[in-house]
């Protein structure tokens, strides 16, 4: 059972917008930052978004977060096949590091 | 570029102990916070535990701690995790990943190595 909750899968067709949603407490979300991680099949997961809305360098507009009180989401516009990946959010609280179940999205 | 290189993983009865090892380069590794993620197969991520970028603080998920120490040395750029008492429930893929700051809690992991697998099993 992960602390953070997100939809087991999602689903888009390519050039179709798709949101992934996280929800957590007060002790996590509600008091930290939200990270977004994309793991591709075989690799190991990727930084996709930090600090609730920041992308690192080389990662495309595409991706956006936000987080409003207990609950943060992932949009990805523009959706294209390689974007099919397992996607977790994560944030902190007291115990450290806490991690989503991901979110396994489909591109149709 | 950035590279994380874990070494040290493999097959280990339960109780008995494993040191995992992570080399990285391509960037000033003592400005920067590390940590140990694992995955178990099939499953998801998991934070293990964290250390700040002078070993002055670390942290430890519920599920290790008492058991794992995680330390560097930053003058060797090496990351380490030390894991006694192994249970079956610690079989996982083991990644190193670095902090986006220097200290352990309420960062991201901006860069991951490839991992190394750990298997507890008689």
């Known amino acids: 059972q992960s602390v953070l909750t997100q939809p087991p899968s999602a689903s888009g067709t390519p050039g179709q917008r798709v949101t992934i949603s996280c929800s957590g407490s007060?002790?996590?979300?509600?008091?930290?930052?939200v990270n977004w991680y994309q793991q591709l099949p075989g690799a190991a997961p990727k930084l996709l978004i930090y600090?609730?809305?920041q992308r690192p360098s080389g990662v495309p507009d595409r991706f956006s977060g936000s987080k409003s009180g207990t609950s943060a989401s992932l949009a990805i516009s523009g959706l294209h096949s390689e974007d099919e990946a397992v996607y977790y959010c994560?944030?902190?609280?007291?115990?450290?590091?806490?991690f989503g179940g991901g979110t396994k999205l489909t591109v149709l | 570029e950035v590279q994380l290189v874990e070494s040290g993983g493999g097959l280990v009865q339960p109780g008995r102990s494993l040191r995992l090892s992570c080399a990285a380069s391509?960037?000033?590794?003592?400005?920067?916070?590390m940590h140990w993620v694992r995955q178990a197969p099939g499953k998801g991520l998991e934070w293990v535990s964290g250390?700040?970028?002078?070993?002055?603080?670390?942290g430890y998920a519920d599920s290790v701690k008492g058991r794992f120490t995680i330390s560097r040395d930053n003058a060797k750029n090496s990351l380490y995790l030390q894991m006694n008492s192994l249970r079956a429930e610690d079989t996982a893929l083991y990644y190193c990943?670095?902090?986006?700051?220097?200290?352990?809690?309420?960062?991201?992991?901006?860069?991951w190595g490839q991992g190394t697998l750990v298997t507890v099993s008689s």
């Open positions: 990943a670095k902090g986006v700051t220097l200290a352990v809690a309420g960062t991201g992991f901006d860069y």
């Open positions: 391509g960037f000033t590794f003592d400005d920067y916070g």
């Open positions: 250390i700040s970028w002078n070993s002055g603080t670390t």
């Open positions: 007060s002790s996590n979300i509600g008091s930290n930052t």
């Open positions: 600090s609730n809305n």
């Open positions: 994560a944030g902190w609280d007291d115990s450290g590091a806490v």
